[in-house]
């Protein structure tokens, strides 16, 4: 008896052409449409109008875009779906699966996230270590940098007539500096206007962060740190000129630190392994980590991390009064914010991060923090999204040790 499927075999792969055909300029179109950049301007606004409320909240750049990949992804589906049409069905059925599993990782989005994104934070989750006791392996600061970033190392070297402490790690090296004095009349300075100005001659990729941190004690004034980071290049990429590269960009910060009223020193070894444990709440008996999907854990401290969508997009006036806004919010908790801007020598405008970490004693103090962060954020015009399975890259992102 003649295979029925044979007779429709050719007009099954005709209207397979076609929709193909048809998806392909769809998406080749979508390609063309101008996108929303997270890096694009926003003209400051004049002086007297008062921030931007959350209605009029600018849209936010991050994951939400179609990437070229997932495009491809499609693309290579229609084509397997066409060349399948009329084949054996066991080889029909595999090809058929296959193509709803990639079109679900890339086109199904949860929580502002594509699936295949989850998909890989929840492989890391399960893969590292989630429970580990810093007493057992020394010193709590060098543990727990040994835990946040397995590749780091730690260099002693002279800059100036300082004993500066390095963090070696496979992106760069990186020098803490910190305020002289506490009590400092000048804010903290904004990490884009760290960084040296664009040369092509220098082919110096340089990293500035600036940490902000309150405690839950509101009393006492905020702290802050300056983290100089010099990135490995194809050009740059030994220790020893990494490490000339980074002395050179520390000498000019702290003279233009000097100059705008805000001196600095570069910290020590123990300085920088303290200032790791104490932002990260791993001191005084708190030295067991324990990470599950919406937590970090630091002894009896539950600590969530966050990300802010759109804080690249806010003109410097906005970002500092952000800063302190998202400071002077959640009281209770402790809090500590992480600017991170960075350039590389082949590009003009800086690329600008942050991420921001809630500590309170317990999971439902810090939910209740998280909530006056939310409304803070939507009223500065940016979103928070949680980094839930991606909290210890969160609280690395937080610490002056050159992770953004």
Not at 138 to 149: D, I, Q, V, W
Not at 221 to 244: F, I, K, M, N, S
Not at 246 to 265: A, E, K, W, Y
Not at 391 to 402: C, N, Q, R, S, Y
Request: with cysteine; hydrophobic share 45%.
């Amino acid at each position: 008896m003649a295979d029925p499927l044979a007779y429709a075999a050719p007009a099954a792969r005709a209207a397979a052409r076609e929709a193909a055909l048809a998806a392909l300029t769809a998406a080749r179109q979508a390609e063309q449409r101008p996108r929303w950049s997270a890096t694009a301007h926003v003209p400051a606004p004049a002086p007297g109008p008062p921030p931007p409320s959350p209605g009029r909240g600018r849209r936010q750049g991050r994951p939400g875009g179609i990437g070229v990949a997932q495009i491809v992804c499609w693309q290579l589906v229609l084509v397997a779906l066409v060349l399948v049409a009329g084949r054996p069905w066991p080889l029909a059925a595999a090809v058929v699966t296959a193509a709803v599993v990639v079109l679900a990782l890339t086109a199904v989005r949860i929580r502002g996230r594509w699936l295949y994104a989850w998909l890989g934070s929840a492989s890391g989750y399960l893969a590292r270590d989630r429970d580990r006791d810093l007493r057992q392996a020394g010193e709590a600061g060098r543990a727990l940098l040994g835990l946040l970033s397995p590749e780091a190392t730690g260099i002693t070297g002279e800059i100036g007539d300082e004993t500066v402490f390095m963090v070696s790690r496979a992106d760069g090296i990186t020098a803490v500096l910190q305020p002289k004095s506490a009590a400092r009349e000048q804010p903290m300075p904004s990490p884009p206007m760290l960084l040296p100005p664009p040369s092509r001659e220098l082919a110096l990729d340089v990293a500035a962060q600036v940490i902000h941190h309150v405690g839950a004690d509101r009393s006492r004034p905020p702290r802050g740190w300056v983290a100089l980071q010099a990135l490995r290049t194809a050009e740059v990429h030994r220790d020893a000129d990494v490490r000339q590269a980074l002395g050179n960009t520390v000498r000019r910060v702290r003279r233009q630190l000097r100059r705008d009223g805000l001196p600095v020193r570069a910290l020590s070894e123990n300085e920088v392994l303290g200032t790791l444990a104490s932002l990260a709440h791993v001191t005084a008996g708190r030295a067991r980590i324990r990470e599950d999907w919406r937590f970090w854990h630091s002894g009896p401290i539950s600590q969530a991390t966050f990300r802010l969508d759109g804080w690249d997009a806010l003109p410097p006036v906005l970002a500092a009064d952000l800063s302190r806004r998202l400071l002077a919010a959640a009281p209770g908790s402790a809090v500590t914010l992480a600017v991170t801007a960075r350039r590389s020598a082949a590009e003009t405008e800086p690329r600008v991060s942050a991420a921001i970490r809630v500590a309170a004693a317990g999971v439902q103090a810090v939910d209740h923090a998280v909530r006056d962060l939310e409304l803070a954020a939507r009223r500065g015009g940016i979103t928070l999204e949680r980094l839930d399975g991606r909290h210890a890259k969160g609280v690395a992102a937080t610490l002056p040790i050159g992770v953004s």
